[in-house]
């Protein structure tokens, strides 16, 4: 659809993550390093996950329409555990090498906190889970056209760069939360960061009834939003000290010297 | 559109608005009942034969006007692509889109989305060919990767003689006198590579091979005292491409027979809408003025009327010749000859070349339960119109030459060989080539298109192909040499390359699959037909034709739905918008970081 629609979903989908890294990623070495592991690991997972897709495909009824859509489901949810195996394994990763820098370091603090680590990889999740959903269609809205020739909605690029923006965000919150389970050994947490992601993914079958699926995508998106604000170290109290531009007392009061 | 818009009126009304940006015409099998010539009223006039200083009352068409359903539709400029689509399941498509997203409703204009379509016709060559040769000649000089803007048409004539020829030796041939039975070749029409001409092209190819086929046995036989060449001439309907060549390469003794040896000219014009009327003979009143050619010509004409019990007519001594490939040698030389054509002044031909020239028009018609194998051999009214033609071409040409009067009835035409050539030449070329062509040629399952186009590379053109090899199987004979004599007969004795043409044909089929080739030899030559200007590089000329084809890119079209611009600036607003909002919401938390995550931090001790 041109240029002015190439570039308006570019910005959807990739505003806020390009925000993020800018303003809080960038200017770290070690953020960004583990931002691109992350990333790696992600695609990692998807490569796993698509050769076992391929596989089956060739070997199932090409013809079969309900074959190749059971197969297609059993792909995405096969992708997903996959990708929170991986999750997993990046924690697991993370946490070894976090012993490693401490050991190497010459300071006694860790340099960066599993917290950060957390945010930095689900930050990198999400960069390459978005560049994969939505490059594609970016690349096809720069010509001059739209879809609906066929009887299609014409929304479909901007409902795909709005998901494509839920579900950058909904990474970075479920690894926060996802983290923290593993911290603290909250199976149950963990059990529902893998149901709310299998939930999203799900939902994308509903389309094309977009709102079918980006309005619960967006109402899961806030819920993790403020799980994951909780399990950061986030509070009302604090929001509201913040909003209300009352931090200087508060800060102030709160340093004294112990 | 629909075929029926195509029309000049239409055209140029589209040509002088801005707001159209192509065209597409969905072609029909049958013309509008009025007739359609995109071709001039007057063709090729300005390099046929009469000017103000040769017949200034007949130039320009003064005294008969030959096509009076010309439009010149082909002859305009336009500025944006004229696409030309078959009516099959893609195009219904096209106009179901059409129906589905542009139709207006209850009078109201359609609601965005709305249908589009793209045409890509890239060309590379502007303005004229003066321009783009110009700039051609200069990429080729300076540049290390030349890139040409444009090509000049060209292809090749095709003769034969009865009797043989030292085709390496140039020039005036002594004791040789040479009567010329000519046809043309092609065909064009308003757009690229269609052009089925079978009333304009066609008929005369069939007519003029079936004489050469009925000719050929008894000429051998008794040999006439004149030499007959049957030449067939590409490129006439771009101001006489293939004709004017042979004719400059006669002048400069780069022919192997020139103007002096040339006796006279029989060509067959267009004769396929006789309908059992009369044929009429039209001939030069100009050159006729001269009583040495006019008792010349009168005899010809005599000696044709007496051939075959057929109905002849002259048209009035006045009236101009039509055009023909003779006019470019009358330029030269008042050779004499006639034009054997179905039309007494205006052609009756209402597709003058147009896509519309086809079979149909010709009402060749099959009976539907027919294969295509018994397509071929059904006798066709038209078929056996063509075959009295072609026997009266055959004898006149022999009777012309000398032949003796009690050979005359020998010479008969073939109405099988007729049919045989009309179907295939004007519907499936496969079929007909099956025992005639040579192992090189391609197969092709569309009907043939007469369009001269370009040669890069210097191949020949699979119609021109088909004519050489055809003309080759029937006036040639067998000889026992094998495929490397017969590609090099040059040490074998009694063999010789000056003399003749060798070709290693495929043979046909057996019923196991397998060929049997042999080895032809002919006096069938191919003869380059580029226009002069080429030659002489004047690109401006006003002697020689200097048409060029320009270079282009992959032709396509596409079609898609294009969404209202007010929805494009919003998602770009919207993007810009969460853009903003993100980056401003993130630089806000990321200052206020420490207060927001702080309640990890073990809490403050307080004071009462």
Not at chain 1, 150 to 177: E, K, N, R
Not at chain 2, 88 to 113: F, L
Not at chain 2, 329 to 339: A, K, T
Not at chain 2, 399 to 420: H, Y
Request: net charge neutral.
């Amino acid at each position: 659809m041109t240029a002015a629609v190439f570039f308006g979903c570019t910005f959807i989908a990739f505003g806020p993550a390009a925000a993020l890294f800018l303003l809080t990623i960038a200017r770290d070495p070690l953020r960004v390093i583990f931002l691109i592991a992350g990333a790696f690991f992600w695609l990692v997972s998807l490569l796993l996950s698509s050769l076992v897709w391929f596989i089956t495909v060739q070997m199932s009824n090409k013809n079969s329409a309900a074959q190749q859509k059971g197969l297609l489901i059993f792909g995405v949810v096969l992708s997903v555990l996959l990708q929170e195996v991986f999750r997993f394994a990046y924690y697991k990763l993370l946490k070894k090498a976090n012993e490693g820098l401490l050991a190497i370091s010459q300071e006694d603090t860790m340099p960066i906190s599993i917290r950060q680590l957390s945010y930095v990889s689900g930050l990198g999740f999400g960069f390459m889970s978005g560049a994969f959903s939505v490059v594609n269609i970016l690349s096809d809205s720069v010509g001059p056209g739209t879809v609906g020739i066929h009887g299609d909605s014409q929304h479909y690029f901007i409902s795909s760069a709005f998901m494509t923006l839920a579900i950058i965000l909904l990474h970075m919150f479920w690894a926060v939360v996802f983290f923290e389970a593993c911290e603290r050994q909250k199976w149950w947490s963990l059990g529902t960061v893998v149901l709310s992601h299998l939930l999203v993914s799900c939902l994308t079958f509903v389309n094309p009834q977009y709102e079918g699926s980006l309005i619960p995508t967006y109402i899961i998106l806030s819920v993790m939003a403020g799980w994951a604000f909780s399990c950061a170290g986030g509070t009302l109290r604090n929001l509201k000290l913040c909003l209300t531009c009352k931090d200087k007392d508060f800060l102030l009061a709160n340093h004294r010297p112990r | 559109m629909e075929a029926a818009f195509f029309t000049r009126s239409t055209m140029v009304k589209m040509k002088n608005s801005s707001r159209v940006a192509g065209v597409a015409v969905i072609k029909s099998n049958t013309g509008p009942t009025e007739g359609f010539s995109p071709h001039t009223s007057c063709p090729n006039q300005n390099t046929g034969v009469y000017t103000e200083h040769y017949g200034p009352e007949l130039a320009n068409c003064n005294n008969t006007v030959w096509n009076p359903l010309g439009n010149g539709l082909s002859y305009e400029d336009f500025a944006f692509p004229i696409f030309s689509l078959k009516d099959d399941n893609q195009t219904q498509v096209i106009r179901k889109c059409y129906e589905d997203h542009n139709m207006r409703m209850n009078g109201s204009a359609p609601q965005y989305p709305l249908c589009a379509m793209q045409l890509f016709s890239h060309m590379h060559a502007v303005t004229d060919t003066v321009t783009c040769m110009r700039r051609t000649d200069l990429q080729n000089s300076f540049s290390i990767n030349p890139e040409k803007l444009c090509d000049p048409l060209s292809d090749f004539n095709v003769w034969t003689s009865i009797r043989p020829l030292n085709n390496s030796i140039k020039g005036h041939k002594e004791n040789e006198s040479v009567v010329i039975a000519a046809a043309r070749l092609d065909g064009r029409s308003f757009f690229w590579d269609i052009a089925p001409s079978a009333e304009g092209t066609v008929s005369s190819i069939v007519t003029l091979l079936a004489a050469a086929q009925a000719l050929y046995p008894v000429a051998l036989e008794a040999p006439p005292q004149r030499n007959i060449f049957f030449t067939f001439f590409q490129g006439e309907a771009f101001d006489y491409i293939g004709s004017s060549r042979m004719v400059y390469d006669m002048e400069n003794s780069k022919f192997v027979i020139d103007l002096d040896n040339v006796h006279s000219l029989l060509e067959i014009g267009q004769i396929g809408l006789r309908n059992g009327q009369s044929l009429w003979m039209h001939s030069d009143p100009v050159s006729r003025k001269n009583t040495t050619v006019n008792k010349q010509v009168t005899l010809f004409i005599k000696s044709v009327a007496s051939s075959l019990n057929l109905s002849l007519n002259e048209p009035s001594a006045t009236q101009a010749l039509p055009p023909s490939s003779f006019q470019r040698f009358l330029r030269v030389r008042p050779v004499p000859g006639l034009v054997l054509a179905d039309h007494q002044a205006s052609f009756t031909n209402r597709y003058y070349e147009s896509l519309y020239d086809t079979a149909t028009y010709l009402n060749v018609t099959y009976p539907s339960d027919l294969s295509p194998e018994q397509q071929l051999e059904y006798e066709t009214e038209a078929a056996k119109s063509l075959t009295q033609v072609a026997t009266l071409v055959a004898r006149s040409i022999y009777k012309q030459a000398g032949g003796e009067d009690r050979f005359l009835n020998n010479i008969t035409a073939d109405t099988k060989t007729v049919t045989l050539f009309f179907s295939g030449f004007n519907i499936f070329v496969l079929k007909m080539c099956t025992n005639m062509c040579a192992p090189s040629s391609s197969a092709e399952s569309s009907p043939p298109q007469y369009y001269i186009g370009l040669r890069l590379d210097n191949t020949v053109k699979s119609v021109t192909r088909f004519v050489q090899f055809i003309l080759a199987n029937m006036t040639g004979t067998v000889t026992k040499l094998n495929q490397s004599q017969c590609q090099n007969p040059k040490d074998v004795p009694g063999e010789s390359k000056d003399l003749y043409s060798y070709s290693w044909v495929s043979g046909p089929v057996s019923v196991n699959g397998t060929t049997d080739p042999y080895c032809v030899r002919s006096s069938v030559h191919l003869s380059k037909a580029l226009s002069p200007a080429f030659e002489l590089t004047d690109y401006g000329s006003r002697e020689y034709s200097t048409w060029t084809e320009s270079r282009w890119k992959t032709i396509r079209a596409r079609i898609f739905l294009v969404a209202s611009p007010q929805l494009e600036m919003m998602t770009l607003g919207v993007g810009v918008a969460v853009l903003l909002v993100s980056l401003v919401v993130t630089y806000f938390i990321s200052s206020k970081a420490e207060l927001l995550f702080s309640a990890t931090r073990e809490p403050p001790n307080t004071t009462y």
